[in-house]
């Protein structure tokens, strides 16, 4: 008795790299893997963001503590260009992040 096996995702009949790519992509079609944080693309941040009208004291803040890669924009959104300056900046305010990955500052 010989077995077949098929593939469906979500109800749908696929061939076996339909299936393998969906596998990893994941069900919205996006990666994964998270994408990197650069300057060019950079990571908005409305949880790490302030009010408007503290926006300049707030760019002060990370100028004193010497955080290079990210500042606030004019609407408040803070904006990080790289990691480092993530967790910088994290470490800074006290803050906690529960989805930490290896490397990133998780708070204490």
Request: hydrophobic share 30%; charged share 25%.
């Amino acid at each position: 008795m010989s077995m077949k096996v098929g593939y469906s995702w979500n109800g749908k009949k696929l061939s076996r790299a339909e299936f393998l790519r969906r596998r990893i992509e994941g069900s919205s079609g996006v990666p994964v893997v998270r994408q990197a944080i650069t300057s060019g693309k950079p990571l908005e941040s409305l949880a790490m963001s302030c009010h408007r009208s503290q926006v300049g004291e707030y760019n002060a803040f990370c100028c004193k503590h010497g955080i290079t890669g990210a500042y606030y924009r004019s609407d408040g959104t803070c904006v990080l260009e790289s990691r480092q300056a993530r967790n910088q900046l994290m470490k800074a305010r006290g803050l906690h992040d529960n989805d930490a990955g290896y490397g990133d500052y998780a708070g204490k």
